[in-house]
């Protein structure tokens, strides 16, 4: 079914339909990338994953292309969550899970007993749904994952602060309060500082997990547009329940449903004539 013959009632999702230009053939993110970009630059191969006894991944294939945005979508408690968490191994932390299958970043496995954790999530900025600001000033938010490596360098600190600020899109907003409480901030600005710190690394990746679900209309339409901008330089990994979003700024769209990913592709192709009548009742709002 096309969007054109969506029968419910509201209107279906604005697609992006220029975001995947540039990106590898329609139809698959496995091929070249006109750009040079790595298609594969993560991959998720055979993955199933455990809380204690309870399985909540089962057998996920996916391939996650650099600098693109790939959207996670699918009802509550189908495991997306999890999946993004396991990119960075966050789940590590929790008693009893564990994991069958492999990811691999740029060909090396996460789970590589020679891979040090932190030197991973050095290369995985997370922005989570609720933005989580530190109790310091905003440049001390933005430049504390320096500082916890132990960068003592004022004009360093000073040009990370402005350089993550910027590309935040909040520099201009904050210049002149740069030692004012982050707390005094609103939930949209917070959410960019939030961001302009989990680019402060560099890193390669950024997981974003429902990053707007606490928003207004204008701060969300802010960080998409943001969201826009950063996967210039960053590849993007989002989960959000809101199917508009995932057709603004998504290039790629995995659906999953209990736990198993049902289809992946191009977000253009998934919102228009997805394969499985899951993945179309789930964007047209049929169930969810
Ligand atoms: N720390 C945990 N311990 C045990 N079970 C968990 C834990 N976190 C999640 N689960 C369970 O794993 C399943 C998948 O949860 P997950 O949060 O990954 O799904 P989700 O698709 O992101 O859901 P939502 O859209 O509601 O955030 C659910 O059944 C959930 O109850």
């Given at each position: 079914?096309?969007?054109?013959?969506?029968p419910s009632p509201?209107?279906?999702p604005t697609?992006?339909v220029?975001?995947?230009a540039?990106?590898a053939?329609?139809?698959?993110?496995?091929?070249?990338?006109?750009?040079g970009s790595?298609?594969r630059?993560?991959q998720?191969?055979n993955?199933?994953?455990?809380?204690?006894?309870h399985?909540v991944?089962?057998?996920?294939?996916?391939?996650?292309?650099?600098?693109?945005?790939?959207a996670l979508?699918?009802?509550?408690?189908?495991?997306?969550t999890t999946?993004?968490?396991s990119i960075?191994?966050m789940?590590?932390?929790?008693d009893?899970a564990?994991?069958?299958g492999?990811i691999?970043?740029?060909?090396?496995s996460?789970?590589?007993?020679h891979?040090?954790?932190?030197a991973?999530?050095?290369?995985i900025?997370?922005?989570?749904?609720k933005?989580?600001?530190?109790?310091k000033s905003?440049f001390e938010?933005?430049v504390?994952p320096?500082r916890?490596?132990?960068?003592?360098?004022?004009?360093?600190?000073?040009?990370?602060?402005?350089?993550c600020?910027?590309a935040?899109a909040?520099w201009?907003e904050?210049?002149?309060?740069l030692h004012?409480?982050a707390?005094?901030?609103?939930?949209?600005?917070q959410?960019?500082?939030?961001?302009?710190r989990?680019?402060?690394n560099?890193?390669?990746?950024?997981?974003?997990?429902?990053?707007?679900?606490?928003l207004d209309?204008?701060?969300?339409?802010?960080?998409?547009?943001?969201?826009?901008?950063?996967?210039?330089?960053?590849?993007?990994?989002?989960v959000t329940?809101?199917?508009?979003q995932?057709a603004?700024?998504s290039?790629?769209?995995a659906?999953?449903?209990?736990g198993?990913l049902?289809e992946?592709g191009?977000t253009?192709?998934i919102f228009?004539?997805?394969?499985?009548?899951?993945?179309?009742d789930?964007?047209?709002g049929?169930f969810?």
């Amino acid at each position: 079914m096309t969007m054109e013959q969506n029968p419910s009632p509201t209107p279906g999702p604005t697609l992006n339909v220029n975001a995947a230009a540039g990106a590898a053939p329609v139809g698959t993110p496995a091929g070249t990338a006109a750009d040079g970009s790595d298609p594969r630059l993560i991959q998720i191969e055979n993955y199933d994953f455990f809380y204690g006894t309870h399985q909540v991944l089962h057998g996920v294939h996916l391939d996650i292309p650099e600098r693109r945005v790939t959207a996670l979508i699918g009802p509550s408690g189908c495991g997306k969550t999890t999946l993004l968490r396991s990119i960075n191994r966050m789940n590590d932390l929790i008693d009893g899970a564990h994991h069958r299958g492999d990811i691999r970043i740029r060909g090396q496995s996460i789970f590589d007993p020679h891979l040090e954790v932190i030197a991973l999530r050095k290369r995985i900025g997370m922005v989570f749904q609720k933005s989580n600001p530190f109790p310091k000033s905003i440049f001390e938010n933005v430049v504390y994952p320096l500082r916890v490596a132990g960068v003592r360098q004022r004009s360093v600190l000073e040009e990370t602060a402005e350089r993550c600020l910027r590309a935040a899109a909040l520099w201009d907003e904050v210049k002149d309060r740069l030692h004012s409480s982050a707390l005094g901030l609103s939930g949209g600005q917070q959410q960019r500082l939030c961001i302009a710190r989990a680019i402060a690394n560099e890193p390669e990746i950024l997981l974003m997990d429902e990053p707007c679900s606490a928003l207004d209309p204008v701060a969300t339409a802010r960080i998409e547009e943001l969201i826009l901008e950063l996967k210039q330089r960053y590849t993007i990994v989002i989960v959000t329940h809101n199917m508009q979003q995932a057709a603004r700024i998504s290039d790629f769209t995995a659906f999953f449903y209990l736990g198993r990913l049902i289809e992946w592709g191009p977000t253009e192709r998934i919102f228009t004539s997805p394969k499985h009548k899951q993945t179309e009742d789930y964007v047209t709002g049929r169930f969810g």
